[in-house]
């Protein structure tokens, strides 16, 4: 069955980078449009950026300049590399697989996969 497992989460300062990868299996990871979306206590999960099978990356406004989106097919895995992070990128991250290969909107409706979750926050 799709397993999504994420990791790389943590605690850092304002202004310090972090990477968050996922780790996919049960599925052909190359052919699926994947996706990060966030949640931050009390607030509702958002879309964060996401990648086409064929490496197009859309990301909100919020993260534009700062974050980058990747993925590595022949290890199944997708980054996200997270530079200048401020207290508002705190939050749990997820990563999501859509059964089509074309990303759509940027909505956890648009998703059909989705792993547990890792940590990140960031202390101003």
């Known amino acids: 069955q799709v397993q999504l497992v994420e990791s790389g989460g943590g605690s850092v300062q304002a202004g310090w980078s972090l990477r968050v990868s996922c780790s996919a299996s049960?599925?052909?990871?190359?052919?699926?449009?994947m996706g990060w979306f966030r949640q931050a206590p009390g607030k509702e999960r958002e879309g964060v950026a996401q990648?086409?099978?064929?490496?197009?990356?859309n990301y909100a406004d919020s993260v534009k300049g700062r974050f980058t989106l990747s993925r590595d097919n022949t290890k199944k895995t997708l980054y996200l590399q997270m530079n200048s992070l401020k207290p508002e990128d705190t939050g749990m991250y997820y990563c999501?697989?859509?059964?089509?290969?074309?990303?759509?909107?940027?909505?956890?409706?648009?998703?059909?996969?989705w792993g547990q979750g890792t940590q990140v926050t960031v202390s101003s």
């Open positions: 049960g599925y052909t990871f190359s052919r699926h449009c």
């Open positions: 999501a697989a859509r059964y089509w290969g074309w990303c759509r909107l940027l909505s956890q409706a648009d998703f059909n996969y």
């Open positions: 990648i086409d099978s064929d490496g197009t990356t």
